[in-house]
């Protein structure tokens, strides 16, 4: 009993030294042996990716890695997967679990649920696109037909046929679009702008119902350079006007094509036109043959 009996300040501190000592010992062993050999710390399970996995594969994919799992209630849907194919997954792919975890996996539903079609007629291809995915929607074919208004949808179709904005239909679905080419069916003749100095013929080519293409030089020592500067900037005498022109004059085509043209100083005018002639007769007789 001598062991307990105190008779001074240093025997004070010798039992209280052997409390100190006895208490870290118990927390050592209760931290760093009871607990990992009670809950398995340290030794954990990278959870699988699953997306894309069918429900009648899951259960022996999982009991392989120490797992087990839970489908819950909630589906979701795409059409990019079959029926009670994996969808989403908690936790996520790649995190560290301990043995034994469950996870959570959300299925594809078998069938998928309806939504309504959204109005797409007279907005943009652009704008189409974003609004079904919104809908979760998918955009179809795309068929162009002569319309004034370019990129700008027509009809909206489902299956074949044109369906009206509110109409329920599966989601998913494709939904194919009819859009304006921006040039319509108005057939027209070229008017000849040979002769006319640019400002002119621009005016007469868009009068027209057409468009300016490519404003070229006849020369072609000037190939390559801005032909608007260098005419604005011509010296005093100098009058750059149209040599030659392509569609030529009252060839058919339609509203809204363009027409390119090359320009030559007026002093060579004259020799310029016969040779475009020739050459344009070359043509005409190449496309009859």
Known sequence: MNLFKVNSL????IHLSIVIILG?????????????????????VTVPDLEGIHQ?????????????????????????????TILNQYPAPGSKVKENRKIFLT??????????????????????????????????????????????????????????????????SKIDLVVGDGLGNTVLEVPDVKGMDLEEAEFIIVGSGLKVGSVLFQD???????AREIVENAAPGERYVVARQNPTFEKKVRIGEEIDIWLNLLEDQEDSILDNEEEEENTDISETE
Request: proline share 6%; charged share 25%.
């Open 107 to 172: 299925l594809n539903a078998i069938n998928p649920p309806k939504v309504k079609m959204p109005d797409l007629v007279d907005g943009s291809v652009k704008n189409a696109q974003l609004v079904l995915e919104s809908y979760g929607l998918t955009r179809g074919n795309i068929k162009y037909v002569p319309d004034l208004a370019q990129n700008a949808v027509l009809e909206q179709k489902y299956e074949g046929d044109n369906i009206e904005p509110g109409t329920f239909i599966p989601k998913g």
């Open 220 to 226: 072609q020592s000037l190939s390559g350079q801005d």
């Open 56 to 84: 009648d594969d899951i259960d022996e994919f999982l009991t392989k890695r120490n797992l087990r799992y839970e489908v819950l209630a909630d589906s979701g849907f795409t059409a990019e997967y079959e029926p009670f």
């Open 24 to 44: 870290i010992t118990l927390l050592v062993l209760f931290f760093y042996v009871y607990l990992p050999n009670s809950t398995n710390h340290g030794e954990t």
């Open 10 to 13: 240093k025997d004070v501190l």
